[in-house]
């Protein structure tokens, strides 16, 4: 079954301190995985897609399809990064129709 | 226009009421969808548009009733609702369902309370 799993809710680093948000998932098919992020007020924005291999605000992630993980990194936290972050897995289900199946989410909170 | 608007963004209705939420976006894209936020949860799709045509929907209670006017209106029709679909609905559109690696843009949402 198709599954994206994030195993912390609630992740509180220090101002400076490296961040490592975990997702796995479990797909069969050849995964496109996406970060969501939702600050506090906010919309739900896209932060990171694998495909672009890009660097939004300082946010990386590497698509590991051994160990079926997405985890999100950013070497140095800052105040502003504190929101809740979603990883998202896109399911092509054929017919040009696709759904996005989100994990639980993980709320990062960055102490000053 | 690049962003996906909704209204309104509070609602508060009776379960014998009818009510409908909207949804806009003027920037061309193809899909339109619904899904269901409840607090601290993580969204749940709910229906799919494709093309003004729905595609997906998630086993949805016939209380909900999306419609799809033209390629930029989305709403979605709201009757007999139950206390426990009180949540935040949020709408997204993305480009071209077809196309690989286009993403979601989302909404602010509607905050629905059902009394």
């Known amino acids: 079954a198709q599954r994206v799993t994030q195993p912390e809710k609630l992740l509180s680093v220090f101002k400076g301190a490296p961040v490592e948000l975990k997702c796995n998932y479990s797909y069969s098919g050849s995964p496109e995985l996406f970060w969501y992020v939702q600050y506090s007020r906010q919309r739900l924005q896209l932060l990171l897609r694998?495909?672009s291999r890009e660097s939004i605000k300082g946010f990386t992630a590497d698509l590991n399809k051994g160990e079926t993980s997405f985890h999100l990194k950013k070497p140095f936290a800052q105040e502003e990064d504190s929101a809740m972050y979603y990883c998202a897995l896109k399911l092509e289900l054929g017919g040009a129709t696709n759904k996005l199946i989100f994990g639980t989410g993980t709320l990062l909170a960055v102490q000053p | 226009d690049t962003e996906v608007t909704q209204t309104p963004k509070h609602l508060v209705m009776g379960m014998t009421n009818k009510k409908s939420l909207k949804c806009e976006q003027h920037m061309g894209h193809r899909a339109m969808y619904w899904y269901k936020q409840k607090a601290k949860k993580p969204p749940e799709l709910m229906f799919v548009y494709s093309y003004e045509k729905l595609s997906i929907n998630e086993s949805v209670p016939s209380r909900f009733s999306p419609e799809c006017p033209n390629s930029s209106l989305l709403n979605l029709h709201l009757h007999a609702l139950q206390p426990e679909d009180s949540a935040l609905y949020l709408c997204a559109s993305s480009q071209d369902p077809g196309l690989l690696y286009n993403e979601q843009f989302f909404g602010p949402g509607t905050r629905l309370t059902v009394l």
């Open positions: 694998h495909i």
